[in-house]
């Protein structure tokens, strides 16, 4: 098979997060998250190193031992570690990269955001440059493989203290068109960092294509690395196991018991790029515009909580509760509630929804992937079809066999929602098929290995 | 001098308006705004025809009677209008190409936005087409120059009537990087018009070269008109002769009798782009940081009130009243009221603003040129600073002698007023200087000049 690598992995959650139990003993629990999912193939197979922040208790005093394990839990102050995680990474990172800012008001970067980034997001990123330089030291010919937005500004520092090291950068998040809500400064050490990279990696060409333009912008012409696209993925067998396990399969008998003829499902985080709002306002124009539904569809959406400190997040949460009870007092009636809402973290009842969808909903804003898109085509046993957001890195693989919409267009979700639900079988079945095939073909563990051959590209 | 022209002038606003005067006697009033003003010079050197929207009942008559005098008016139907005007021109357009959506939210594209594109905008585009063709029966030779976002789609129907025809475009505000808020059809149908002119035009190179990378990503590659870049700008003389004028001099009088030691000043309209809350959160933080400024010196802000039937210019300028309040409230004393807001129209008071200043704030979140700018440096009186956002078409020309900001770094902005107050006679001497010399030299009639050099390059 392909060959072992040394490898350092750098992300801010790790595989790994540890607890004491009941009787004071160290637990070991996995880290979640569709990128420690997608990665931690790769520790069967090379040399990893992973490092990432103590994000527990135990965590620090793991961290504290020196960690072990092939994990480095790096302690951050926590005051850095709050301005880094809470005010630059989100929302200001994720809101610029999700086109999520109204700029006429927001963002304000104030006294605080300044003291976020020059305390906290410099001062994190440092410390992770610290600990890669570290290892570099125990293992000099490993390639450092940084994940996403919380890294920017660490490949610089690592380069500088070692000017041969091979690094390379995977961004898991949209690149937008436009870095000018950041200040001059604070977006050239972006992308300075960025390019600091031998490799830097996105999801998609859309992103890859926005990286070089905006590096043009903010630096002006000059070298660039090698700027490569791998679209992510899920591992299908896990997910297929998962589908046939006695946990989901006793969630999926309940939703069988009480699902009306037509199924709309929804899974994502309560986050505004998810475009959750407008999905249900969609559902209500769909009644609105086509009554022959009333009755025998009903859409239930499975929200996962999210960033619940973040005042954006939980006034998101306010606006799509206050949509869902808009739409059940208008159209609901004895027998029928037209929107079923679930804001809990259960993700086997997602893959049980998954099985029973007769139309999946994927709207978002802006997604770098989307892996709802992927997971859902993957175990549905209805023949459902797909609705997906033309601003979706899936959009790029998978809009041939889903029916696009672009996510501000609330009229165009409703005549969406409406064709797939009107939609013969035999049409129904060809687009799962090739949707559920391309899937199967194009997994995880193959994203995983096209970036590795780039490494090796790149590798000195 | 220059060659004369047959020239066919197209935009919303035209050069007059017709009223009834009390006698019920027609009257012509001059049509206001940069667009018209700049535009207005054309007339003297040249064989124009203008062709603008019929905006008063009196212009209908005008209209019906077959216009004349260099002027034709074109009669719209009233709710085709009000969709084009207030619901795609105004929110929608200008807040995507001003970046001031919240795209998690808003816009939502709902069924009176379709309608409002459908039997709006392609509406008035058509008809606004229909009336070019019109004159180019009279007047085949004649070059067909449209003006901004409101005639996207004209080009498109005068093409196909007329192929040889020479169509020229200027956009007047900023192009951004991404389309991808308008639902594909429309966004095809917006880049399809503009490139069906033989010559498109921007403020800026920045504006242009965003231009040309939404072409590639809406339509693929294909042929390109020229598309070129002139800054548009004031007359020096009538703007001089205006400073000098009784009521400007009335008026700077009464300014001068209540003005404190130093005078930040401000002239916007009550538009989101003009950032206009953040300008005066950025006052509130100086006097926070720099206590030897209390009492001493006061932000006049002069705003035009705007486009007050669209609801989120309504929410935008009750947040302007409540921000001027949080400040006076929280840093006034007796004798001292830090920002003196006036919601007005009153463009003399402007000018005399102008000469008063010490600074100048022009923070805008995104703007085409901003012709603030290059207005108060060319009457200012006191070797006043220019503090300049990034994100305005007149940065390009004028950022080297004004302090630059981000628009969206309140501390930023704070420290630029900071500097700019603390700032020694001879460097604010040597700055104003410059930006006088620059806008003199580079006045209305050299853009025009630019323009029309332009478009007898493409002429046929």
Redesign the interface.
């Known amino acids: 098979m392909s060959v072992r690598r040394s490898l350092i992995v750098v992300s801010n959650r790790g595989p790994v997060t540890y607890a004491r139990d009941a009787e004071g003993m160290r637990v070991e629990r996995r880290g979640g998250g569709g990128l420690v999912t997608a990665l931690r193939g790769l520790v069967h197979h090379h040399d990893v190193t992973w490092i990432a922040s103590a994000t527990t208790d135990e965590d620090r005093v793991v961290a504290a031992e020196g960690s072990g394990d092939g994990v480095v839990l790096v302690a951050h102050d926590a005051a850095a570690y709050d301005g880094y995680y809470n005010t630059i990474a989100n929302p200001l990172l994720w809101f610029v990269q999700?086109?999520?800012?109204?700029?006429?008001?927001?963002?304000?970067?104030?006294?605080a955001?300044?003291r976020a980034w020059n305390d906290g997001y410099v001062r994190v990123n440092r410390a992770f440059a610290d600990a890669v330089v570290a290892q570099l030291d125990n293992t000099p010919d490993a390639t450092v493989f940084f994940h996403d937005y919380h890294l920017y500004l660490a490949p610089a520092f690592v380069r500088e203290a070692r000017p041969d090291a091979t690094l390379a950068h995977f961004v898991h998040i949209p690149w937008?068109?436009?870095w000018?809500?950041?200040?001059?400064e604070w977006r050239r050490a972006v992308h300075t960092g960025l390019l600091s990279n031998d490799l830097v990696g996105f999801h998609t060409q859309r992103w890859a294509r926005n990286f070089l333009?905006t590096c043009d912008d903010v630096l002006g012409p000059g070298p660039r690395p090698r700027v490569a696209h791998h679209a992510i993925s899920v591992d299908p067998a896990e997910f297929e196991e998962l589908a046939a396990s006695d946990a989901v399969l006793e969630r999926e008998a309940r939703l069988v018991a009480t699902r009306p003829e037509r199924l709309i499902v929804r899974v994502d985080r309560t986050d505004?790029?998810k475009?959750i709002?407008?999905g249900f306002?969609a559902f209500a124009?769909l009644l609105e515009r086509h009554a022959e539904w009333h009755g025998r569809v009903s859409m239930l959406a499975l929200l996962d909580p999210s960033r619940e400190r973040v005042p954006e997040y939980v006034a998101?949460r306010e606006?799509i509760e206050r949509a869902v009870r808009a739409v059940n007092e208008r159209f609901g009636r004895p027998g029928w509630q037209p929107v079923d809402l679930r804001i809990e973290d259960d993700f086997l009842q997602s893959v049980a929804a998954y099985k029973q969808y007769d139309v999946l909903l994927v709207n978002a804003?802006?997604d770098g992937m989307n892996l709802v898109a992927k997971e859902g085509p993957l175990v549905n046993a209805r023949e459902g079809v797909l609705v997906l957001s033309?601003?979706t890195g899936a959009h790029d693989e998978l809009g041939g066999w889903a029916i696009g919409v672009?996510?501000?267009?609330?009229?165009?979700q409703a005549e969406a929602l409406h064709a797939a639900l009107s939609m013969d079988v035999a049409e129904r079945r060809r687009r799962a098929e090739a949707l559920r095939e391309h899937v199967r073909g194009n997994d995880a563990a193959r994203w995983l290995r096209g970036l590795l051959d780039d490494v090796d590209g790149v590798s000195t």
Do not use: I, K, M
């Open positions: 999700h086109s999520l800012w109204a700029l006429g008001t927001r963002p304000e970067l104030d006294e955001t300044h937008p068109s436009d000018s809500a950041l200040p001059e333009r505004p790029s475009n709002v407008r306002h124009l998101y606006e804003v802006y033309e601003n672009s996510p501000f267009d609330v009229l165009g």
